[in-house]
């Protein structure tokens, strides 16, 4: 992306989940890439603020707007996408990062509804709210050059964090690999759907990832270590190097990728599964 924010200095970059975790280094590497215009939400008011010091601290060019956005709120969303647009006057990179996790962990007939609805009202209806507005909002925009690749204007790029999960499971993750499987089926129909309009959807797939939940669980007497030594790189990922990959699809140098569900997760997936 460096060099592109150079060319088209008014690009903006939105990230949801900021406030911790992979969603605050995503903020950070849009910055490192020289995008210096940010719109970065989050439930966590606090924290999200601390992030938004961060980014200035670490360029004072930056402009950031912080808002505190719980995404499966259709009304919320609204108004968050509309703060970004009034503030800078368009959204052309945007990571929907915002997820849960099941909690408990239980088979399918031990699970209770109320457990089921998180998941589904944050990982898939508030994935979709985003990207909907987003994509209302990128329609709107006039299709801007490409030149680092040659490639035709475009108007803007979706990239959605998705899961390991959405290809893999386990037998107490069913509904959080439901979630994360249906953020596929959104990212590929509509990577299909606006294509044609200058629009990218794509999606990265992260697996075993050093986080402030992971750290927590562990905290609780979690045992990750049987599973991270079936990975094939033997190590948990850190939220930069998921970062780095959206951040990636998000940029022109993704260009001629649509529809692509890139897996993060230290060849986990094409391993032999132990548990």
């Known amino acids: 992306m460096r060099g592109e924010a150079e060319s088209s200095p ?58 505190k956005v719980d ?11 509309d703060a970004g647009v009034s503030a800078f006057g368009g959204i052309h990179y945007a ?5 849960i996790t099941s909690n408990p962990r239980a088979r399918t007939h031990e699970l209770e ?33 490409q030149p680092r690749t040659g490639s035709p204007p475009q108007r803007g790029a979706i ?9 893999v499971s386990h037998p107490t993750s069913g509904g959080y690999s439901a979630t994360k499987a249906g953020v596929l089926g959104m990212t590929r129909t509509d990577a299909i759907a606006y294509g044609g309009d200058g629009i990218r959807v794509n999606a990265v797939l992260p697996g075993w ?11 609780r007497g979690a045992n990750y270590e049987p599973i991270i030594s079936t990975i094939p ?13 959206c951040v990636f699809l998000a940029g022109e140098k993704a260009s001629l990728i649509t529809g692509a569900d890139l897996v993060v997760d230290g060849g986990k997936r094409v391993s032999t599964w132990v548990d």
């Open 10 to 67: 008014l690009r903006v970059a939105l990230v949801t989940g900021a406030a911790s975790g992979i969603g605050r280094a995503i903020a950070h590497t849009f910055v490192k890439e020289g995008c210096t215009r940010l719109l970065i939400g989050d439930v966590n008011r606090d924290s999200l603020s601390l992030v938004s010091d961060e980014l200035l601290a670490a360029n004072p060019s930056v402009e950031v707007v912080a808002c």
């Open 71 to 81: 995404v499966s709120s259709e009304s919320e969303v609204h108004d968050f996408i």
């Open 95 to 99: 990571v929907n990062n915002v997820g």
């Open 113 to 145: 509804t109320s457990s089921f609805d998180p998941l589904v009202a944050v990982n898939l209806r508030g994935t979709w709210l985003c990207q909907r507005a987003k994509l209302r909002q990128m329609m709107k925009q006039r299709p801007q050059l």
């Open 159 to 167: 990239v959605n964090v998705s899961s390991l999960f959405a290809l």
């Open 209 to 219: 990832v050093k986080t402030p939940t992971s750290t927590e669980s562990e905290r």
């Open 233 to 245: 790189v033997k190590r948990w990922g850190n939220p930069e190097e998921i970062a780095e990959a």
